[in-house]
């Protein structure tokens, strides 16, 4: 919770950069509900660094929640890298192969061979950067907001009661006539069924 989430935000993006982090993410909303609205921040800070920023941070506003979550890689990291070792050793037998073929039918085999090989190399080294990535830079979801500000209902001058008052006084006037409005067709009718009630009394007792 801050006093100005657009600023706060900008000082986030400061210290993120500060540090050699980047931000990935930002969200700004307008002020509404009685707010000055709020931002939401998707930053990516150095893994080395997290706590120390996130003290940092913490001091920009009043922390209503944090919440640190970890996954372990290490299997994945493994497995990556021994693929890669063994597809770029295949890789560079098959190349090899192909400086010493002559025949057409072997060197389109192999280009073939090179070329699936090469491509699914290229998909894993991607994974593995993306991996890197996430290891080395911690993703983090800033929320700032701001606490909600009820107007006070108080009078706080003899000119701010008469006002109060008079605003009162217009209010129960204007609900008076609504219902007033609603209750007069049922007056209407009652008052014709208690007038022919009447007559018909009246003209029964005549006879």
């Known amino acids: 919770t801050v006093a100005e989430p657009l600023d706060a935000a900008a000082e986030a993006i400061r210290i993120t950069e500060s540090v050699g982090g980047r931000v990935d993410g930002r969200s700004e909303y307008a002020p509404r509900a009685g707010d000055k609205g ?10 080395s660094s997290l706590t120390t920023t996130l ?5 920009l506003g009043e922390v209503q929640e944090v919440s640190l979550n970890a996954t372990d890689v290490t299997m994945q990291t493994q497995d990556l890298d021994a693929r890669i070792t063994a597809l770029s050793a295949s890789v560079d037998r098959l190349v090899a192969l192909l400086a010493t073929a002559t025949d057409t039918d072997n060197l389109i085999q192999l280009e073939t061979a090179i070329s699936d090989r090469q491509g699914e190399l290229e998909s894993l080294k991607s994974q593995k950067r993306y991996l890197d990535d ?23 001058t003899f000119i701010d009661g008469v006002i109060s008052g008079w605003n009162g006084f217009l209010a129960f006037f204007s609900g008076l006539l609504v219902v007033v409005g609603v209750l007069l067709p049922w007056l209407v009718l009652a008052a014709i069924i ?7 009394i009246k003209r029964r007792n005549a006879k």
Not at 38 to 47: E, G, H, Q
Not at 140 to 154: A, G, K, R
């Open 194 to 200: 208690t007038g022919v009630t009447v007559y018909l």
């Open 38 to 47: 709020s931002a939401t921040l998707t930053l990516r800070l150095p893994a």
């Open 55 to 59: 003290d940092k941070l913490k001091v």
């Open 134 to 156: 996430q290891i080395s830079l911690s993703t983090v979801t800033l929320n700032l907001v701001t606490e909600q500000v009820v107007p006070d209902s108080e009078p706080a």
